[in-house]
């Protein structure tokens, strides 16, 4: 993998999923790409083990995930990992 193909190793990120290998894009009933360019980031986010004197005052909760072909994103994404060619 090159360096350029993660945001963490060049600081550029990505503010489209159109390459990414966590993008899961919807597909129509022929396999072919939805013309809407919706889906769904597949990267699983792990929640840190604290030291056994801490806890969590309520259950941590990731939201969103919904992404676009059609649309850029707000922010650089850290985790995007382009797929192998």
Do not use: Q
């Not at 390459?19 to 899961?24: G, L, V």
């Not at 699983?44 to 309520?58: C, D, Q, T």
Request: charged letters at 25%; a positive charge.
């Amino acid at each position: 993998m090159a360096s350029s193909d993660t945001c963490g190793e060049t600081g550029e990120g990505m503010k489209n999923c159109t390459h990414c290998k966590y993008a899961n894009w919807h597909r129509t009933d022929a396999g072919k790409l939805h013309p809407s360019g919706a889906g769904r980031c597949t990267f699983e986010r792990k929640i840190p083990e604290l030291p056994a004197s801490m806890y969590f005052v309520s259950r941590p909760i990731i939201g969103g995930g919904t992404i676009s072909r059609h649309k850029e994103l707000d922010d650089h994404c850290a985790y995007f990992l382009r797929k192998d060619a």
